[in-house]
């Protein structure tokens, strides 16, 4: 039984009829005897994806095949080798040096292989299917929000699924096709293409929580109010921060409520419930509208970027590309 046949019949679903992805390849090594370029192919291929996750099982998974049928695959190519790729241990997968070096002359081919094939995918294929994204709140109502309208006008033969979000889930054991964070919560395996503009945020207050309380003339004030503590990346704790001229200061905040909903947080805020740190996209109009007034106007607190992210620089479908184009492109 050819192990790698299942790796090939996969890749081979997303390929027009009469396209040979193994004929891009005249220096794959032969199997001992009885390799088959299709098989050579394969191997490499499940080589790449496991390299690229650090785990068989995420591998399978991405490839839509057994760990068994994909540890074979493998096995095999080291067998043609005569040297091993991988070191694997009962918690981790780690590239040796040969492995190193394998995959860093595949990388090149294999997406060159891919990108012909989608030049001509173009001409046939209409982007559709379901694409399942994981999103942060910010990111739902800052970026995707916008952006929804003319995705589905667009696109109407895509089913889009968004869960809001905001803890960083596993996109591939939780089968998401991407998601949408801020940096500091992606996994560093992951592929982190930056979408919108920096997300810059506002120390704001309602005018009957300022009129009533001591006033605020530097961060360090701050430390003797009480502050919403939205807790909006994990990187957002008890402490804000803030720049001015070269000049970083961290200030100790307290505050009877902390929450993880950005609403909530600017409700709180417009009720004089205490001092907020929320995105200026999302309190514009109520400083607009006088119900909270922005803070500290010398100092920036710390801005920060929201990632579109998923786990493989190759094989990305053709939706999963549109909607990165257009998110790169923004409104």
């Given at each position: 039984?050819?192990?790698a ?22 220096r794959m ?13 394969a ?7 496991v390299?690229?996750h ?5 591998a ?18 080291e ?6 790729l ?13 492995g190193?070096?394998l995959?860093?002359?595949?990388n ?6 891919d990108?012909?094939i989608?030049?001509v ?7 559709s299917g ?16 916008p952006?929804?309208?003319?995705f589905a ?28 964070n ?8 992951m ?7 920096s997300?810059?945020?506002s120390?704001?207050a ?25 807790r ?9 921060k803030?720049?001015?001229e ?22 709180a ?7 907020a ?13 006088r ?10 607190p ?11 620089r ?10 990165a184009d257009l ?5």
């Amino acid at each position: 039984m050819n192990v790698a046949a299942p790796i090939a019949e996969t890749y081979a679903q997303t390929r027009p009829a009469g396209i040979s992805v193994a004929g891009s390849s005249r220096r794959m090594p032969a199997r001992r005897g009885q390799g088959t370029r299709g098989t050579q192919f394969a191997q490499l291929t499940a080589f790449v994806a496991v390299a690229e996750h650090r785990s068989f099982t995420r591998a399978a998974e991405h490839l839509g095949i057994s760990t068994p049928s994909l540890s074979q695959a493998v096995r095999g190519l080291e067998e043609s080798f005569g040297v091993r790729l991988l070191n694997r241990t009962t918690r981790s997968v780690a590239l040796t040096e040969a492995g190193e070096q394998l995959l860093q002359h595949l990388n090149p081919v294999l997406e060159g292989v891919d990108h012909a094939i989608d030049s001509v995918n173009a001409f046939r294929d209409t982007p559709s299917g379901n694409l399942r994204l994981t999103v942060h709140p910010v990111a739902a109502e800052t970026v995707l929000g916008p952006l929804i309208s003319r995705f589905a006008k667009e696109y109407p033969q895509i089913e889009l699924e968004v869960s809001v979000d905001i803890a960083c889930r596993d996109i591939v054991s939780e089968h998401f096709d991407a998601g949408i964070n801020f940096a500091s919560t992606i996994a560093q395996d992951m592929i982190a293409v930056p979408v919108g503009t920096s997300v810059k945020v506002s120390t704001v207050a309602a005018p009957e929580y300022l009129a009533a309380n001591p006033q605020i003339a530097s961060p360090a004030d701050l430390a003797h109010h009480n502050c919403i503590r939205y807790r909006w990346d994990r990187s957002v704790g008890d402490a804000w921060k803030f720049a001015r001229e070269g000049e970083s200061v961290e200030v100790a905040i307290g505050g009877a409520l902390a929450v993880t909903d950005h609403n909530l947080a600017m409700r709180a805020a417009i009720d004089s419930v205490g001092i907020a740190q929320l995105p200026d996209d999302l309190v514009a109009e109520a400083i607009w509208e006088r119900r909270l007034v922005r803070l500290l106007p010398d100092w920036s607190p710390e801005a920060n970027r929201l990632f579109l992210f998923y786990p493989s620089r190759r094989h990305v479908p053709t939706k999963m590309r549109v909607l990165a184009d257009l998110l790169r492109k923004g409104r």
